[in-house]
């Protein structure tokens, strides 16, 4: 299907890739492949478990080609989902879903025929045949694609133990936890409490009070950064700054311990008071904190009561967001505990003024405060290549940290080489166009460190 220079528009394009992009390893600092998979490392039962099972990029897209929910997330067999998927796929030219179904098709199975209806059952066929073989188990499908460091999106109450016995028995790759406590944040869930009864379990002490909450996250930092941890990551879809002039965060979590009902502005100063703590933490373990913003979670509500969230009825947030931003970023800077921070925004609208608003806290280490990339409905050669223009236009583009897959699925990987191509192919319209040296030999940092060698150094992978 795709020829060796597809996206690569000119020879200089060729160039960059081939010469300086292609083979270089890969550092997936940002998944959520689970660790108890990658360690147990089972066979696939077929391509549709290892394609189309949790992916709701293809579930969405599935829906919009008039596919029955039963072949998409109800009883369907497997073929028959399977099925489905092919005669979705003719329709997706101009959608990256249509490439790297294809990408991972030729990189991983060597198969270049065209996914569609007619070729459903040969397609069948020979990747189930494949998926038997010990290369297609899922460490080989890891190692296989030259990766180096996958880090796993963990709860604070993880006992990291699969990421333990991987350092034990997994010498070709290392998998790195990354601490993700948007439950301990989320005040006003309903199930804030039962968790928060969990986290005592996993912090070996009584939660009775705001500072005992504090004690246990901390306990739970330590163990993280005991166990490799180098990252923090949030899902915050609505950021609301509000400090403790008025209220207490100590009050309001003895509230929330009452069962009584919070108000937007309780939860507001709660967020807020727990964000600078962690933030704090994060700043003294030399860690780097990931803020995902401005997803809209579960915008249907009648299927989110069917098949519950991520099942693909998520949308873009357009709420204004720099505001709270600045005085969250602010606070901390203030005290002098900012740590290094990757800004994504799910809505490409915000990105020249959260390029802004980094340039305004930036310290010791190269883009302490970094846009990150294309995250969602942005990993497109479209919303890539708009990611790349606003850093480059307003901050160090020479000092990103480049792709992730923020995936599930263990054949992702083919979007780091589709991220490649599509910055070979920007970076030589800008050569083309005079405006960066026609000697590539100067780009060659450019590329190498944006593609493998920022996120060994930023993320402190490599000492």
């Given at each position: 299907?795709?020829?060796?220079?597809?996206?690569?528009?000119?020879?200089?394009?060729?160039?960059?890739?081939?010469?300086?992009?292609?083979?270089?390893?890969?550092?997936?600092?940002?998944?959520?492949?689970?660790?108890?998979?990658?360690?147990?490392?089972?066979?696939?039962?077929?391509?549709?478990?290892?394609?189309?099972?949790?992916?709701?990029?293809?579930?969405?897209?599935?829906?919009?080609?008039?596919?029955?929910?039963?072949?998409?997330?109800?009883?369907?067999?497997?073929?028959?989902?399977?099925?489905?998927?092919?005669?979705?796929?003719?329709?997706?030219?101009?959608?990256?879903?249509?490439?790297?179904?294809?990408?991972?098709?030729?990189?991983?199975?060597?198969?270049?025929?065209?996914?569609?209806?007619?070729?459903?059952?040969?397609?069948?066929?020979?990747?189930?045949?494949?998926?038997?073989?010990?290369?297609?188990?899922?460490?080989?499908?890891?190692?296989?694609?030259?990766?180096?460091?996958?880090?796993?999106?963990?709860?604070?109450?993880?006992?990291?133990?699969?990421?333990?016995?991987?350092?034990?028995?997994?010498?070709?790759?290392?998998?790195?936890?990354?601490f993700r406590p948007d439950k301990a944040i989320k005040i006003g869930d309903a199930h804030f409490l039962s968790?928060?009864?969990?986290?005592?379990?996993?912090?070996?002490?009584?939660?009775?009070?705001?500072?005992?909450?504090?004690?246990?996250?901390?306990?739970?930092?330590?163990?993280?950064?005991?166990?490799?941890?180098?990252?923090?990551?949030?899902?915050?879809?609505?950021?609301?700054?509000?400090?403790?002039?008025?209220?207490?965060?100590?009050?309001?979590?003895?509230?929330?311990?009452?069962?009584?009902?919070?108000?937007?502005?309780?939860?507001?100063?709660?967020?807020?008071?727990?964000?600078?703590?962690?933030?704090?933490?994060?700043?003294?373990?030399g860690w780097t904190m990931q803020l995902h913003l401005h997803a809209y979670r579960n915008c249907n509500q009648?299927?989110?009561?069917?098949?519950?969230?991520?099942?693909?009825?998520?949308?873009?947030?357009?709420?204004?967001?720099?505001?709270?931003?600045?005085?969250?970023?602010?606070?901390?800077?203030?005290?002098?505990?900012?740590?290094?921070?990757?800004?994504?925004?799910?809505?490409?609208?915000?990105?020249?003024?959260?390029?802004?608003?980094?340039?305004?806290?930036?310290?010791?280490?190269?883009?302490?405060?970094?846009?990150?990339?294309?995250?969602?409905?942005?990993?497109?050669?479209?919303?890539?290549?708009?990611?790349?223009?606003?850093f480059a236009d307003g901050s160090v583009l020479f000092n990103f940290v480049g792709m992730l897959t923020d995936?599930?699925?263990?054949?992702?990987?083919?979007?780091?080489?589709?991220?490649?191509?599509?910055?070979?192919?920007?970076?030589?319209?800008?050569?083309?166009?005079?405006?960066?040296?026609?000697?590539?030999?100067?780009?060659?940092?450019?590329?190498?460190?944006?593609?493998?060698?920022?996120?060994?150094?930023?993320?402190?992978?490599?000492?």
């Amino acid at each position: 299907m795709f020829k060796e220079n597809f996206l690569l528009t000119n020879p200089i394009a060729e160039t960059l890739y081939h010469h300086y992009a292609e083979d270089l390893p890969i550092i997936d600092y940002h998944c959520h492949l689970d660790p108890k998979e990658i360690y147990e490392d089972q066979p696939f039962k077929n391509i549709t478990e290892a394609w189309l099972s949790g992916d709701h990029y293809k579930w969405r897209l599935m829906r919009a080609c008039g596919i029955e929910e039963e072949k998409i997330t109800g009883p369907a067999s497997d073929y028959d989902k399977f099925a489905a998927w092919c005669q979705t796929v003719p329709k997706l030219i101009g959608n990256p879903l249509y490439t790297w179904t294809h990408l991972e098709l030729q990189r991983f199975f060597d198969i270049d025929l065209p996914v569609n209806e007619a070729n459903t059952a040969t397609l069948w066929e020979q990747c189930n045949q494949k998926l038997q073989q010990a290369a297609f188990s899922r460490r080989s499908l890891i190692a296989n694609s030259r990766v180096e460091i996958v880090c796993t999106t963990d709860d604070p109450i993880d006992n990291l133990s699969y990421h333990q016995q991987l350092r034990q028995t997994e010498d070709r790759f290392t998998v790195l936890p990354t601490f993700r406590p948007d439950k301990a944040i989320k005040i006003g869930d309903a199930h804030f409490l039962s968790y928060i009864a969990q986290l005592a379990a996993a912090s070996n002490q009584t939660i009775e009070s705001y500072p005992d909450l504090l004690a246990a996250l901390s306990q739970r930092i330590r163990y993280f950064s005991e166990n490799g941890c180098r990252l923090a990551d949030h899902g915050i879809d609505t950021l609301t700054f509000k400090d403790q002039s008025e209220l207490s965060a100590a009050d309001i979590f003895q509230k929330a311990r009452a069962k009584k009902t919070l108000s937007e502005q309780e939860i507001a100063v709660f967020q807020t008071a727990l964000l600078l703590e962690l933030m704090k933490h994060y700043h003294q373990a030399g860690w780097t904190m990931q803020l995902h913003l401005h997803a809209y979670r579960n915008c249907n509500q009648r299927m989110y009561q069917t098949l519950g969230p991520d099942t693909g009825y998520d949308g873009i947030n357009d709420r204004s967001i720099v505001k709270d931003l600045q005085q969250l970023l602010n606070q901390a800077d203030q005290a002098q505990y900012l740590p290094q921070v990757i800004l994504y925004s799910l809505n490409p609208n915000d990105y020249d003024a959260l390029v802004a608003l980094m340039g305004c806290f930036q310290s010791t280490g190269a883009n302490k405060l970094q846009l990150g990339s294309g995250w969602w409905y942005n990993d497109t050669r479209a919303g890539m290549r708009r990611q790349l223009t606003a850093f480059a236009d307003g901050s160090v583009l020479f000092n990103f940290v480049g792709m992730l897959t923020d995936s599930r699925s263990f054949l992702s990987y083919t979007r780091h080489e589709y991220f490649r191509r599509v910055l070979c192919e920007w970076l030589a319209e800008i050569v083309i166009r005079g405006e960066a040296p026609t000697d590539l030999q100067q780009l060659k940092p450019l590329i190498e460190n944006i593609c493998y060698h920022n996120a060994a150094h930023y993320f402190q992978f490599r000492r």
